[in-house]
T-cell receptor
Framework: NAGVTQTPKFQVLKTGQSMTLQCAQD?????MYWYRQDPGMGLRLIYY???????DKGEVPNGYNVSRLNKREFSLRLESAAPSQTSVYFC?????????????FGNGTRLTVT | DQQVKQNSPSLSVQEGRISILNCDYT??????FLWYKKYPAEGPTFLIS???IKDKNEDGRFTVFLNKSAKHLSLHIVPSQPGDSAVYFC????????????WGAGTKLIIKP
């Protein structure tokens, strides 16, 4: 059972380049999330999708776009990467959007923007 | 302004002893609290949670205590085992939504053999 799969695991971009982070879950979960983790800070929500066909901004959405391609897949796009976007990105899913429906995380993508 | 604070970046505990990880919060409207555990190069995994209507929740070796008046949450691990070495995050939610989870910065727990 793969759970939540993220690709790629590592990526180095130059300032201004674009890329898409891919995420897929095989647990038939309704809700999906993109977080970033920076040193000395908690996880911060970038975007989420409460259900297939919907997406909403989280705490730090600027510079990012998302697509909920289908129930399984939720991608995160950086249109013009900036050094401030250097971070570890985590995709997560949950059966429902309630706090008692725990999040299941992928193993992360470590992104460096030079 | 961090609403959820884990003031100890790291904690070292002898194997077999009790590990106590602490978390403080400022928002009195938080009503659901969770602990996640993270190993290197992996994503966080859910460990245990507690609703604000309770003051304690147990799951095997793990117990979470909630002191609402002090706005303080703690995770007790008894006895501590080498596999417990990881980063522990607390998170808090206001209202019935995962979309408003606020996370602490994490505490790295090291279990010494």
């Amino acid at each position: 059972n793969a759970g939540v799969t993220q690709t790629p695991k590592f990526q180095v971009l130059k300032t201004g380049q674009s890329m898409t982070l891919q995420c897929a879950q095989d647990m038939n979960h309704n809700s999906m999330y993109w977080y970033r983790q920076d040193p000395g800070m908690g996880l911060r929500l970038i975007y989420y999708s409460a259900s297939e066909g919907t997406t909403d901004k989280g705490e730090v959405p600027n510079g990012y776009n998302v697509s909920r391609l289908n129930k399984r897949e939720f991608s995160l796009r950086l249109e013009s990467a900036a050094p401030s976007q250097t971070s570890v990105y985590f995709c997560a899913s949950s059966e429902a959007g309630r706090p008692n429906s725990p999040l299941h995380f992928g193993n992360g993508t470590r992104l460096t923007v030079t | 302004d961090q609403q959820v604070k884990q003031n100890s970046p790291s904690l070292s505990v002898q194997e077999g002893r009790i590990s106590i990880l602490n978390c403080d919060y400022t928002n009195s409207m938080f009503d659901y609290f969770l602990w996640y555990k993270k190993y290197p190069a992996e994503g966080p995994t859910f460990l245990i949670s507690i609703s604000s209507i309770k003051d304690k929740n147990e799951d095997g070796r793990f117990t979470v205590f909630l002191n609402k008046s002090a706005k303080h949450l703690s995770l007790h691990i008894v006895p501590s085992q080498p596999g417990d070495s990881a980063v522990y995050f607390c998170a808090a939610s206001e209202g019935d939504s995962n979309y408003q989870l606020i996370w602490g910065a994490g505490t790295k727990l090291i279990i010494k053999p």
